[in-house]
């Protein structure tokens, strides 16, 4: 199982940002996708999460304003996130796990086995 967390950069207040998350050696289907951020000296907080049958659910100040999608074709996972702010700083993480709960609340940093390796997102004029 392998994760490849791309699409950072630096992004100005009020903009858009869209992250990308290639799977390889699984099966989306099977596998609920969750997105995490961390800031230096802070907890890794989870953004939301898609479950394996497509629900998605997400936590936080990014509710209202972000979107996880799969693409299947392309075996990966999306977030897009609008009207971002310079708290929205961190590096992004998508994680993956087959035994994963996707429901109101999550995702549970414990639950995801598997991670990218992160890309950062700077939120900044």
């Known amino acids: 199982v392998q994760l490849q967390a791309s699409g950072g950069g630096l992004v100005q207040p009020g903009g858009s940002l869209r992250l990308s998350c290639v799977a390889s050696?699984?099966?989306?289907?099977?596998?609920?996708i969750a997105w995490f951020r961390q800031v230096p000296g802070k907890e890794r907080e989870g953004i939301g999460c898609?479950?394996?049958?497509?629900?998605?659910y997400y936590v936080g100040s990014v509710k209202g304003r972000s979107t996880i999608t799969k693409d299947h074709a392309k075996s990966s996972a999306h977030l897009q996130m609008h009207n971002v702010e310079a708290d929205d700083t961190a590096v992004y993480y998508c994680?993956?796990?087959?035994?994963?709960?996707?429901?109101?609340?999550?995702?549970?940093?414990?639950?995801?086995?598997?991670w990218g390796q992160g890309t950062l997102v700077t939120v900044s004029s």
């Open positions: 050696g699984f099966n989306l289907d099977d596998y609920a």
């Open positions: 994680a993956a796990d087959p035994h994963a709960v996707c429901i109101e609340g999550h995702p549970w940093r414990w639950e995801y086995d598997f």
């Open positions: 898609i479950g394996s049958s497509g629900g998605a």
